[in-house]
């Protein structure tokens, strides 16, 4: 399987790409090339994500080896940030709201984003997060 991902890598979808990374989380896969592989995907492919796509791949980072973390330490903020811009976006009547679940989960999940950033809560992405 390790060989045949890699080599298709390129040709995988931004949700194909999610479902690998959320199939290696669950299952506990520790393969570093797979996982950096698909990590990179997701950079690359970030601007593609819905906002629930990307809490997802937030909400998985801190359980990558620290490794992978050090070697792609920017994509944390990265994501973060294409999270916010996307609430914004649906905040300023883009014709898409974020629906009351995802508001919620992003609630819960906002005090262990501080990790992310060194402590720091996004105090954009909270206020986004209320609307």
């Known amino acids: 399987l390790g060989r045949e ?3 298709r890598a390129s ?3 931004a949700p194909d790409v999610l479902r690998v990374l959320a199939g290696f ?11 950096r592989t698909f990590w990179a995907l997701a950079a690359e492919k970030q601007s593609k994500y819905l906002a629930e796509e990307l809490l997802a791949l937030l909400q998985m980072w801190p359980r990558l080896s620290q490794r992978l973390r050090r070697e792609r330490e920017a994509l944390p903020g990265e ?5 916010r811009l996307r609430l914004e976006k649906g ?3 883009s014709g898409w709201q974020a629906p009351p679940e995802l508001g919620a989960e992003l609630l819960a999940w906002l005090p262990s984003s501080r990790a992310l950033q060194a402590g720091r ?6 206020r986004a997060v209320l609307g």
């Not at 989380?25 to 996982?35: F, S, Y």
């Open 25 to 35: 989380d669950v299952a506990g896969v520790d393969q570093p090339a797979l996982q």
């Open 11 to 13: 040709s995988f979808s």
């Open 91 to 93: 905040a300023r009547g």
């Open 5 to 7: 991902a890699l080599s």
């Open 79 to 83: 994501l973060m940030k294409s999270l």
């Open 121 to 126: 809560l996004d105090q954009r992405l909270l």
